[in-house]
């Protein structure tokens, strides 16, 4: 692909969040995903606020206007019924919420990203409204998905990270009796070489199926978990998420003991997942307590909570020699890497974005302007595509894509206005 004008790249992804805008939220991309996301609907926000910061906290109050009572906010809010994607709100069963919904959450990237619409716009008003909820949401996961402050998925939607090796031995430990005949919408919009196998998928759906037999109700859940991983993702962007969370509470005069005492426990949690054989931040089957023994771009995100390794350092400069655009979900060259299977080896925007500025902000500014060049080229050679061969930058998976569209303007661009 001709490497585009960055002006006209910057036009381009303004028109995608303006096509994928469905009035009040934002779709990931249209056809694929017809409905709002969590946390490809903050990153919508943080691009959105380049060019309409009104239209961008008008997103992230949609998002919460989904909360539960009990805090959490779920992974996709079913605002428009579509027949043709599933599982949607009849297989989820999911009604404890305002508005129809999955019945499990995703990365709380939203305070942060908040930050940044704020720093465009200083609303307060807007933020007084949003803080208790986003509060709300961090103690449901001190509640339910802390594990001595490392925080654990109980399904692979959960973070974000659906297929990534770091879930598969827990997931092979269950077995999907009874899913029942399904049809996916992902295989029929993308070549199913680069999503998850009907292994997977099978699983995915089984856990949903389990979910819904329990009535989502966290305290039963917590009795029966067919799967607890601890999951850098989640520990490293919730972390992020309170220290913003306190920055709220500065700035409001609000009381942020309990946010500082979130902190100090998920910086203890942050440490348990240090593997050190590999010296390198891992998950845990927390089923067995062993790492999972995996270096994904997930592990990266130490800088983005604020605590720096540098034995990480090491991990990302092979990661920078083996491949022309990192930084891959997994390494390359390893026996499970896949270079174009969603998150078994492809590069994700999005996830550079928050590497990136987690390594400028701990003072690792050549890492960080190298690997924000090298995000530049891949979107300005290869398109606003889902996620990217490393390798070769080829786009897979969806096209048109929000939150690439977004972290281009907001992070990528040589317009944006980056720290």
């Known amino acids: ?41 903050a990153f919508s926000a943080w691009g959105i606020a380049t060019f309409d910061p009104d239209r961008a906290w008008t997103e992230v109050e949609t998002l919460m206007s989904g ?62 409204t949003l803080f208790p909820k986003l509060k709300a949401w961090h103690a449901w996961f001190m509640n339910w998905r802390s594990d001595k402050g490392a925080i654990f998925i109980t399904h692979p939607w959960e973070p974000g990270r659906d297929n990534a090796p770091d879930w598969d031995a827990a997931m092979a430990a269950i077995d999907p009796v009874g899913v029942g005949e399904y049809a996916r919408r992902d295989t029929s919009h993308v070549d199913p070489s680069m999503r998850p196998t009907k292994e997977e998928y ?92 995996n270096v994904s771009n997930a592990s990266f995100l130490c800088w983005y909570a604020g605590l720096d390794e540098p034995q990480m350092l090491a991990h990302l400069e092979t990661t920078f020699e083996a491949c022309r655009y990192p930084v891959p979900s997994h390494p390359v060259g390893t026996p499970k890497f896949d270079a174009r299977r969603y998150w078994r080896g492809p590069t994700w925007a999005f996830m550079n974005s928050m590497i990136g500025r987690g390594l400028a902000e701990m003072g690792h500014r050549t890492q960080a302007d190298r690997l924000r060049l090298a995000t530049r080229d891949l979107i300005g050679e290869h398109g606003f595509a889902e996620y990217f061969d490393p390798l070769t930058g080829a786009p897979a998976g969806g096209g048109m894509f929000s939150w690439t569209a977004a972290v281009w303007l907001a992070w990528a661009s040589p317009s944006a206005e980056v720290a």
């Open 67 to 128: 909360q539960w009572p009990s805090g959490m906010v779920p992974h996709i809010l079913f605002h428009k019924p579509d027949p043709g994607y599933f599982p949607g709100p009849e297989v989820w069963g999911a009604d404890h919420g305002p508005i129809p919904s999955s019945g499990i959450s995703q990365p709380p990237v939203a305070a942060t990203l908040i930050r940044e619409i704020h720093k465009r716009d200083a609303d307060d008003k807007r933020l007084r």
């Open 202 to 293: 099978d699983r995915y759906v089984w856990l949903v199926q389990h979910g819904r037999r329990l009535g989502w109700d966290e305290a039963a859940m917590a009795k029966d978990r067919p799967l607890a991983v601890a999951d850098p993702t989640m520990t490293f962007i919730l972390l992020r998420a309170n220290r913003d969370l306190a920055h709220f509470a500065d700035v409001l005069g609000e009381d942020r003991t309990e946010i500082d005492g979130w902190i100090e426990t998920l910086e203890a949690g942050a440490k348990r997942l240090w593997n050190a054989e590999l010296a390198a931040f891992d998950a845990i089957d927390l089923a067995t307590g062993e790492h999972t023994g």
């Open 1 to 41: 692909m001709t490497t585009m004008d960055p002006i006209e790249r910057d036009e381009q992804a303004r028109s995608i969040l303006r096509g994928n805008d469905r009035g009040s939220y934002t779709v990931p991309t249209a056809g694929l995903y017809p409905y709002q996301w969590n946390w490809d609907s």
